[in-house]
């Protein structure tokens, strides 16, 4: 209910809507409507009352909702549909367990993860209302072998709205972290179900430390948040916007072209491993090489001490820089 009574004040953002009414379309009492609107403003909403009018919702606490998102959204499918939650275990199980019905292009939104993921069964922190915790349901009409360069193509949109919107400079660690001034703002896991030749979906998970604080003794070296690094806070609306925006603009362009060629002229220019030393983890071996390149099919090619070169696939391989992250 409190969910609803909220909805209706977006829609009537900066009018009046009388308790009365709301009880009515509701059949709940106006106390009960009072008593909402009560907690709501416990959450940080501003709600101006009168006695007369009813509620006006001022100010929205900065809260992720998708009527606030959907006014301001510039896309044509993603975000059509956005499902939000003020706390769910993970937005990647949610997307999964809605996924075969979902439309192509929604996106599933927390405050916070009790249970987020990373890869390989590694946790991702994610506490409330700090970062942005999101997940995209794609169904596009290609083979499963194609399904790992969304994580490129989430890579390249997370680059850009970061660098757009914060004016920080952002660097892809290949395949699925960014990072600035060497530590880790944002994980990407993409996941996919489908058959042999067929995706049924994907899920591109995607999770930015906005406006983190402070971060575990034992992630303090890796990790670092936008707001951390800016000095400020950043409004995750706005780069939430930005980011669906650019990751339409590539998906499409990847999807119309068969080509990755946006995509991989981001990816290029803004690479943290480029030309860098790194270690090649696979299970419990780590190997020293040096980064030669990123090939046309998002590839990491690589060569070892030894002279051997190899091009690496996301989800295979962990890679590290030689000195610290
Ligand atoms: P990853 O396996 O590359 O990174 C996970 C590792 O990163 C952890 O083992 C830990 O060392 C470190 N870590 C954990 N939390 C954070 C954090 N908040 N900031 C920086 N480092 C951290 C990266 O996996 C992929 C992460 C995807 C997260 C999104 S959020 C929305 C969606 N839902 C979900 O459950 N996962 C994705």
């Not at 997307?95 to 292009?105: E, L, M």
């Not at 930005?242 to 690479?271: C, M, P, V």
Request: include cysteine; charge should be neutral; hydrophobic fraction near 35%.
């Amino acid at each position: 209910m409190k969910d609803k009574i909220l909805r209706e004040l977006y829609e009537k953002k900066g009018q009046y809507i009388s308790g009365e009414e709301l009880s009515e379309k509701y059949q709940v009492s106006r106390t009960a409507i009072w008593k909402h609107m009560n907690a709501l403003k416990k959450e940080g909403y501003v709600i101006e009352t009168t006695h007369k009018k009813g509620y006006k919702l001022i100010e929205s606490s900065g809260k992720l909702i998708p009527e606030a998102l959907k006014r301001d959204l510039n896309t044509v499918e993603i975000g059509n549909k956005i499902i939000y939650f003020d706390t769910i275990d993970s937005t990647n199980n949610y997307s999964k367990r809605i996924a075969k019905d979902a439309a192509h292009g929604t996106v599933i939104i927390s405050e916070e993860q009790s249970g987020g993921r990373g890869r390989l069964g590694r946790n991702w922190i994610s506490p409330k209302g700090e970062g942005i915790w999101m997940s995209i349901v794609l169904k596009p009409d290609i083979p499963p072998t194609e399904g790992m360069k969304m994580t490129q193509i989430a890579a390249a949109a997370v680059c850009n709205a970061i660098r757009g919107v914060t004016g920080l400079e952002a660097f892809i660690k290949w395949p699925n972290d960014l990072v600035v001034n060497g530590k880790k703002v944002c994980g990407i896991l993409t996941e996919m179900a489908g058959e042999l030749t067929r995706i049924d979906y994907l899920i591109v998970g995607i999770g930015i430390n906005a406006n983190n604080e402070s971060f575990l003794e034992e992630f303090q070296h890796i990790a670092t948040s936008l707001a951390k690094e800016k000095g400020e806070k950043v409004d995750r609306k706005t780069l939430i916007l930005h980011l669906l925006k650019e990751f339409e603009g590539l998906y499409e362009d990847y999807i119309n072209q068969g080509t990755l060629e946006k995509t991989l002229a981001i990816i290029r220019n803004y690479s943290a491993v480029l030309g860098k030393s790194i270690l090649v983890i696979r299970g419990e071996q780590q190997l020293k090489a040096t980064v030669l390149g990123i090939d046309e099919e998002g590839l990491l090619e690589v060569k070892y001490e030894d002279g051997k070169r190899e091009l690496l696939m996301s989800g295979e391989v962990s890679i590290r820089g030689e000195e610290g992250y």
